[in-house]
């Protein structure tokens, strides 16, 4: 949780924003975020997002010293679907290569199945366990869509208003970018593939 609190600070100060300024834009409060930044709070994947989306990158850069350029909110290349480039090339991701991430002093981990965030979606395994949940606050990505299936367990799912909860077998698709969130409910372990679109997480 250090590493991610000293990487938080590192692109926080690369952009020379204040601990203040950055609160304000995230809508986080200064006390949480020097927390986090100090190693001492547990961000959400929530919170993740809203600092990764003011940083202009993705969650995953968060847990990487390494910011790709490719990987900016401000180079998502914007086409029509005629307009669309795809990859031409064969990949294989072996189970025991994945690009993982696990979420600070929680049980929430992900695993990419697509080979990189270089593509025209992505395709994210994630673990939890009941309790477990993205957030107080919903989150809200950039336009695009997500798709979830649920392997195994029990999740509710809220999107705005609405509540549902998803069972093993079940799956959803809906607009990423409005408010929407999770929580682990039921007994014993939750698997879900997540299917997003453009490739932000």
């Known amino acids: 949780m250090e590493n991610l609190g000293e990487r938080i600070r590192e692109e926080r100060r690369r952009r020379k924003l204040t601990l203040e300024q950055l609160s304000h834009k995230t ?8 927390q986090v930044e100090r190693g001492l709070a547990q961000p959400s994947i929530s919170s ?12 995953v850069n968060l847990f990487t010293s390494e910011v790709n350029p490719h990987n900016r909110l401000g180079s998502l290349p914007i086409t029509s679907k005629n307009e669309a480039s795809y990859v031409e090339d064969f990949r294989v991701v072996r189970a025991n290569r994945r690009k993982s991430l696990t979420l600070p002093g929680s049980k929430v981990s992900y695993d990419l199945l697509t080979p990189d965030l270089h593509r025209q979606l992505e395709v994210m395994y994630m673990r939890i366990v009941p309790g477990e949940h993205s957030g107080e606050e919903p989150m809200v990505d ?22 549902q909860q998803i069972s093993a077998g079940d799956s959803i698709y809906f607009p990423a970018h409005f408010p929407h ?21």
């Open 48 to 59: 993740l997002k809203k600092i990764s989306r003011e940083f202009g990158i993705s969650v």
């Open 142 to 163: 950039l336009p695009g869509e997500k798709f979830g299936l649920v392997l195994k367990g029990t999740l509710e799912f809220r999107f705005k208003d609405e509540v």
């Open 27 to 34: 809508n986080l409060s200064k006390s949480f975020l020097s």
């Open 181 to 201: 969130s999770w929580r682990g409910v039921g007994e014993g372990p939750i698997e879900v593939i997540w299917v997003l679109t453009p490739p932000w997480f």
